[in-house]
């Protein structure tokens, strides 16, 4: 769960953003409505005031609150799934999913956006409100102050790797890649949520969620790993409801998306309900929750790098970071071991690997890094595939030289900001691809190189929130191709995923 774009970001200059090109031809359709008949939303529907324009102030409450340290185990209860209904309109749990909704509640304290006060707007809906008196109210807000308290005794965590520190090397820069000629991009199909085609809100208690960020978990599957997810008592706007989980994560086999990306599977705990991978401490000015930034496969053995979120800002677009971190899984995914050594601490809020896309290539896994927040630049790093647990084994860039010791100097890859990095490379033409969410411009753009240091083309915009008023992410499909890139995108009021598609020329 990321807070979406807001109008006051649009006071930064465009101009550091390094999209110069004209944006795409962007086709807005009505909303999703999939083969069972059910609707699901439109994310280019455009916000209308109900009521007047309202005052809330907040009185902050200190609220003292005891954290067990070190964290607990997670509970790592995982139930295979049945197969799906050979009918896709029969629900396969409808003893759990098809009962009365239960009333809505508040989001998470603290989290992205769970209170529409907050979380502003960027859309330019108009209503009116005639002769009403405007609301006023004044409210508690809870602010936690966590006291560490002794937990209940672990295990030792193993021995750290012996340290290994690379020797410099030269990172010379490429000419830049011409940039991609992008045409008419589409909303193919909401993946997540009610109404959508893989009816996540029916099969796995997923009703609210974001993100949807794609790897290839090994030949002819993807994995898809969302964000902050709510179950029954979710509705829109936003982040909101009960069975608040920080992560969950789905596989497709799905070949052909032209209609949709389909949805095989999920990772359970119990019949029909997505089970949360990461385990967050669900505390605000502690840890909030733990969020997936990109994930990858070397052999039998997946990684996923993550974002220890110590608190959303009542700033929109800002957010605070305990660390960033990586853990992996030898089990296709279905259990995850956060690494205890391979980890970024965010010192004085600067590190610039906090919100990291990590991919493969070569001899080495590349990871691309942004501080917290979306008004950070991205910063390089590399590491052999043998060593990525070992954080003493990679190397930063840093003024056209790979070095060991460059982690809080590393050299931006791009001039202006950038958040939610997504980063694939196209071994069959030695081509880069990165596209991100340029918050100054309010748009998802996409970009080539032919190294990882660059140099990088000219940011295009593919989306923007003229057409899609509060979209946030922006993850590449691994299986993209030169002629098609699908990418998903994250929309706020709806609080979903949807599979998009841009055509290159």
Same mark, same amino acid.
């Given at each position: 769960?990321?807070?979406?774009?807001?109008?006051?970001?649009?006071?930064?200059?465009?101009?550091?953003?390094?999209?110069?090109?004209?944006?795409?031809?962007?086709?807005?359709?009505?909303?999703?409505?999939?083969?069972?008949?059910?609707?699901?939303?439109?994310?280019?529907?455009?916000?209308?005031?109900?009521?007047?324009?309202?005052?809330?102030?907040?009185?902050?409450?200190?609220?003292?609150?005891?954290? *067990?340290? !070190?964290? +607990? $185990?997670?509970?790592?209860?995982?139930? =295979?799934?049945? &197969?799906? @209904?050979? /009918?896709?309109? #029969?629900?396969?749990?409808?003893?759990?999913?098809?009962?009365?909704?239960?009333?809505?509640?508040?989001?998470?304290?603290?989290?992205?956006?769970?209170?529409?006060?907050?979380?502003?707007?960027?859309?330019?809906?108009?209503?009116?409100?005639?002769?009403?008196?405007?609301?006023?109210?004044?409210?508690?807000?809870?602010?936690?102050?966590?006291?560490?308290?002794?937990?209940?005794?672990? *295990?030792? !965590?193993? +021995? $750290?790797?012996?340290?290994?520190?690379? =020797?410099?090397? &030269?990172? @010379?820069? /490429?000419?830049? #890649?011409?940039?991609?000629?992008?045409?008419?991009?589409?909303?193919?199909?909401?993946?997540?949520?009610?109404?959508?085609?893989?009816?996540?809100?029916?099969?796995?208690?997923?009703?609210?969620?974001?993100?949807?960020?794609?790897?290839?978990?090994?030949?002819?599957?993807?994995?898809?790993?969302?964000?902050?997810?709510?179950?029954?008592?979710?509705?829109?706007?936003?982040?909101?409801?009960?069975?608040?989980?920080?992560?969950?994560?789905?596989?497709?086999?799905?070949?052909?998306?032209?209609?949709?990306?389909?949805?095989?599977?999920?990772?359970?705990?119990?019949?029909?309900?997505?089970?949360?991978?990461?385990?967050?401490?669900?505390?605000?000015?502690?840890?909030?929750?733990?969020?997936?930034?990109?994930?990858?496969?070397?052999?039998?053995?997946?990684?996923?790098?993550?974002?220890?979120?110590?608190?959303?800002?009542?700033?929109?677009?800002?957010?605070?970071?305990?660390?960033?971190?990586?853990?992996?899984?030898?089990?296709?995914?279905?259990?995850?071991?956060?690494?205890?050594?391979?980890?970024?601490?965010?010192?004085?809020?600067?590190?610039?690997?906090?919100?990291?896309?990590?991919?493969?290539?070569?001899?080495?896994?590349?990871?691309?890094?942004?501080?917290?927040?979306?008004?950070?630049?991205?910063?390089?790093?590399?590491?052999?595939?043998?060593?990525?647990?070992?954080?003493?084994?990679?190397?930063?860039?840093?003024?056209?030289?790979?070095?060991?010791?460059?982690?809080?100097?590393?050299?931006?890859?791009?001039?202006?900001?950038?958040?939610?990095?997504?980063?694939?490379?196209?071994?069959?033409?030695?081509?880069?691809?990165?596209?991100?969410?340029?918050?100054?411009?309010?748009?998802?753009?996409?970009?080539?190189?032919?190294?990882?240091?660059?140099?990088?083309?000219?940011?295009?915009?593919?989306?923007?929130?003229?057409?899609?008023?509060?979209?946030?992410?922006?993850?590449?499909?691994?299986?993209?191709?030169?002629?098609?890139?699908?990418?998903?995108?994250?929309?706020?009021?709806?609080?979903?995923?949807?599979?998009?598609?841009?055509?290159?020329?």
């Amino acid at each position: 769960m990321i807070r979406r774009l807001s109008a006051p970001l649009l006071v930064l200059t465009l101009a550091a953003s390094g999209s110069v090109l004209a944006p795409a031809t962007a086709t807005a359709a009505p909303a999703p409505t999939n083969a069972c008949g059910e609707t699901g939303f439109d994310p280019s529907a455009k916000e209308e005031a109900a009521e007047p324009p309202g005052i809330d102030i907040r009185v902050p409450w200190p609220q003292i609150v005891p954290v *067990p340290v !070190p964290d +607990p $185990p997670q509970d790592l209860t995982r139930i =295979p799934q049945d &197969p799906l @209904p050979t /009918d896709p309109c #029969a629900d396969p749990c409808p003893d759990i999913t098809d009962t009365a909704p239960e009333p809505s509640e508040p989001g998470p304290a603290g989290s992205s956006g769970s209170e529409s006060s907050e979380s502003g707007s960027s859309s330019s809906g108009s209503g009116s409100w005639g002769s009403s008196i405007p609301r006023f109210s004044i409210a508690p807000d809870p602010e936690p102050i966590p006291i560490p308290i002794p937990g209940p005794g672990l *295990p030792l !965590p193993p +021995p $750290p790797p012996f340290p290994r520190f690379p =020797p410099a090397e &030269p990172g @010379p820069v /490429d000419a830049a #890649a011409a940039a991609p000629e992008v045409g008419e991009v589409t909303l193919v199909a909401q993946l997540t949520g009610p109404g959508s085609i893989n009816r996540t809100d029916k099969r796995w208690q997923v009703n609210g969620t974001d993100l949807g960020i794609m790897w290839e978990s090994k030949p002819g599957e993807v994995a898809i790993a969302f964000g902050d997810t709510f179950g029954r008592g979710w509705a829109p706007p936003g982040a909101n409801g009960q069975d608040w989980r920080s992560n969950v994560l789905g596989h497709s086999t799905d070949r052909d998306l032209s209609d949709g990306l389909t949805l095989d599977s999920m990772v359970q705990d119990s019949r029909c309900h997505a089970t949360e991978l990461l385990g967050s401490r669900k505390v605000k000015n502690w840890e909030t929750t733990t969020i997936p930034t990109s994930g990858f496969a070397i052999g039998d053995r997946q990684y996923m790098s993550y974002m220890s979120v110590r608190r959303w800002s009542t700033v929109p677009g800002r957010w605070y970071t305990n660390r960033g971190g990586i853990a992996y899984s030898d089990d296709g995914g279905q259990t995850w071991t956060k690494d205890p050594y391979a980890k970024w601490e965010n010192i004085f809020g600067m590190n610039q690997f906090q919100v990291a896309s990590m991919v493969p290539a070569g001899d080495h896994v590349y990871m691309f890094g942004t501080p917290n927040g979306r008004l950070g630049t991205i910063a390089l790093a590399r590491v052999a595939t043998d060593r990525v647990l070992d954080k003493s084994a990679y190397q930063y860039w840093v003024h056209g030289t790979w070095t060991p010791v460059g982690e809080h100097s590393p050299t931006p890859i791009l001039d202006g900001v950038a958040s939610e990095v997504s980063v694939r490379y196209d071994g069959s033409r030695d081509l880069w691809q990165m596209s991100y969410l340029d918050a100054p411009a309010e748009t998802i753009v996409l970009r080539q190189a032919n190294s990882p240091q660059g140099a990088w083309s000219a940011g295009v915009p593919m989306v923007s929130s003229a057409d899609y008023p509060d979209l946030y992410g922006g993850f590449l499909h691994p299986w993209s191709t030169a002629d098609d890139v699908y990418f998903t995108m994250s929309e706020w009021d709806s609080y979903n995923v949807y599979l998009m598609h841009a055509t290159l020329r």
